[in-house]
Every structure is written in C-alpha cells, then in structure tokens.
C-alpha cells in the first residue's frame, strides 16, 4: 500500500511558479512509477507528466513541456511538479498517483491540491 499527500497548491498570478509535493508513505514508493494528473471544472481528468522508479522515463503532456518538470526523491519518499510559466488554463485540482510496474492502471491516489492562476 501507498498513501500520497499533496501539497504546494495555491493561487499564482499568470507568468509565476509553483512547486507542488507528493509524500509517500509505505517502503514500496521507490519500486512505483508516479504521475500527476489534474482536473478542471466540468473537465476530465487529464495526465500531465509521468516518471519512472527511479528517475527516468519521463514523459509529459503536451500542454506542459518546457514549463513544467516532474522529479522525484526515494530517499524522501517524495515527488515533485515544478511548474513554471504558468497559465490561466494551467488552473485545476492536480493529483499524485503511483502504480506498480506493469499494472496499467494507477492504483494509488492522493487527495489532489488545487492550483489557481489568475490572468
């Protein structure tokens, strides 16, 4: 089992940063691959950058390249969105999710942490 917890969230004008948080807790964090997804109003919810156990194969949405960098520390039981140059449509509830390699699904979900961007 794994227990994801975020946090960074809050509100930025247009243009600023934010660094979103995921604590993990359970021993088997650095055996999962994390990602982060996030949720509009009235939207779906859409992926955004994923990584794998340890660091590699990383992978982002469109939308995020060159402005946003997922990272992760195993020795903090950790992960991270530094997000960058943000925009007004960059606004959304952002969640932490972990699965186990080859499971093709993400099994653990965090409570999500909601990021606002004002123009």
């Known amino acids: 089992q794994v227990q994801l917890v975020e946090s960074g969230g809050g509100l930025v004008q247009a243009g600023g940063s934010l660094r979103l948080s995921c604590a993990a807790s359970?021993?088997?964090?650095?055996?999962?691959?994390v990602a982060w997804f996030r949720q509009a109003p009235g939207k779906e919810r859409d992926f955004v950058a994923g990584?794998?156990?340890?660091?590699?194969?990383?992978t982002y949405a469109d939308s995020v390249k060159g402005r946003f960098t997922i990272s992760r520390d195993n020795a903090k039981n950790t992960a991270y969105l530094q997000m960058n140059s943000l925009k007004p449509e960059d606004t959304a509830v952002y969640y932490c999710a972990a699965t186990i390699p080859g499971r093709g699904t993400y099994d653990y979900w965090g409570q999500g942490t909601q990021v606002t961007v004002s123009s």
């Open positions: 359970g021993r088997t964090f650095s055996n999962t691959i």
């Open positions: 990584i794998g156990r340890t660091g590699g194969s990383i």
